[in-house]
């Protein structure tokens, strides 16, 4: 879960789902709740994080060094990011996706459809080095 490139010694964390808190994560997390409910985001500090956030809280807040309004105002760019960006217009990709740069083939062993990515034959990309 924590890699520092030591043996046995403990440093940021690498694995974010799926895996036990530790004490100062769970701390800072209840006090992001405390945080985005004295917002109003959330109805109270016991309530779940908004399913657009609650994978990438803990990540956000190692990335912010657990500072809460840091933490705030990253979540918040990144809604911002979400609604300007989603969704995708198929005219927006259909050029790319009838180049063969991606596409679905098949299903992985949870039956989720699988998408290639081939970024050589994205046009543009890879030009002009030599």
């Known amino acids: 879960i924590f890699h ?3 043996a046995g010694g403990r440093g940021a ?3 974010f789902l ?3 808190l ?3 994560e769970s701390a800072a997390i209840d006090d992001l709740r ?3 409910a004295k917002q109003r985001i959330i109805a109270q ?3 779940p994080l908004p399913r ?3 994978a990438h809280a803990l990540r956000m807040l190692q990335t912010c060094k657990f500072d809460v309004g840091k933490t705030m105002r990253m979540m918040q760019t990144c809604v911002a990011e979400r609604v300007r960006r989603l969704p995708i217009a198929e005219e927006d990709v259909i050029d790319d996706l009838r180049s063969g740069f991606m596409y679905w083939h098949g299903r992985d062993r949870k039956c989720r459809p699988c998408l290639v ?3 050589e034959r994205l046009r543009g990309v890879g030009r002009g080095r030599g």
């Open 34 to 36: 405390q945080a985005l």
């Open 52 to 54: 657009y956030m609650e």
């Open 4 to 6: 520092r490139g030591a």
């Open 117 to 119: 990515i081939r970024l």
């Open 18 to 20: 799926n895996t036990p």
């Open 13 to 15: 964390r690498q694995i």
């Open 22 to 24: 530790s004490e100062a």
């Open 45 to 47: 500090a016991t309530d």
